[in-house]
């Protein structure tokens, strides 16, 4: 069971040069979403969504496009790089039940805008 | 907004008993949870509170008072392994169904 698996680890960008963030989860989790944690200020939510084809905006949308087009992949375009954008980016996922449920992050990738 | 406060440092002793305190705006309450962060990696689920009291969950335990906008971690007998940063979160009911708000996250030293 992989869970929650982000790519790439790490990564190096021009301002300017766009790129995808992959995220994909084998749990058949309906709702994922995306974060980025800067020094200081926690997580804050980019886009997420609640289930394929659904996708709504977060607390910072603002450079980044996501699509839902299966329940297992969640990807996050950065679409014209800026370096206010370098930081590290968590995918999260979980099921959509009312009770407790524990929210999965995958391991994290590390972008770096130059 | 949805401010989430937490102590930015702490440090106790290996074998003590430490509690990291959170509160947050009570309007639109839908559950906190606690996560543990070890320096560069993602962050992993420690506790879930939904209603008022205590839950215990080992040398863990998480408590919340949903009119008093409170919350807080303890952490008993202390382990070198749990210098970390942990991350108090609270679901709103308008921020998405399974959207979750972040404090700034309490680094924790645990020494000798």
């Known amino acids: 069971n992989a869970g929650v698996t982000q790519t790439p680890k790490f990564q190096v960008l021009k301002t300017g040069q766009s790129m995808t963030l992959q995220c994909a989860q084998d749990?058949?989790?309906?709702?994922m979403s995306w974060y980025r944690q800067d020094p200081g200020m926690g997580l804050r939510l980019i886009h997420y969504?609640?289930?394929?084809?659904?996708?709504d905006q977060g607390e910072v949308p603002n450079g980044y496009n996501v699509s839902r087009s299966t329940t297992e992949d969640f990807p996050l375009r950065l679409l014209s790089a800026a370096p206010s954008q370098t930081s590290v980016y968590f995918c999260?996922?979980?099921?959509?039940?009312?009770?407790?449920?524990?929210?999965?992050f995958g391991e994290g990738s590390w972008l770096t805008v130059v | 907004g949805q401010n989430i406060d937490q102590p930015t440092e702490m440090t106790a002793t290996e074998g003590a008993i430490v509690q990291i305190n959170c509160t947050y705006q009570?309007?639109?309450?839908?559950?906190l949870f606690w996560y543990q962060q070890h320096a560069g990696e993602a962050p992993t689920f420690l506790s879930y509170?939904?209603?008022?009291g205590l839950e215990e969950k080992g040398r863990f335990s998480s408590f919340l008072s949903r009119s008093k906008g409170y919350s807080y971690l303890l952490l008993k007998e202390l382990q070198m392994k749990d210098s970390a940063s942990y991350l108090c979160?609270?679901?709103?009911?308008?921020?998405?169904?399974?959207?979750?708000?972040f404090g700034s996250g309490t680094r924790l030293q645990v020494q000798p």
């Open positions: 009570t309007s639109g309450f839908n559950g």
């Open positions: 749990m058949n989790h309906e709702y």
């Open positions: 999260a996922s979980s099921y959509s039940s009312s009770s407790g449920n524990t929210i999965y």
């Open positions: 509170n939904v209603l008022d």
């Open positions: 969504s609640v289930g394929a084809g659904i996708t």
């Open positions: 979160a609270v679901r709103f009911k308008d921020t998405g169904r399974r959207a979750l708000t």
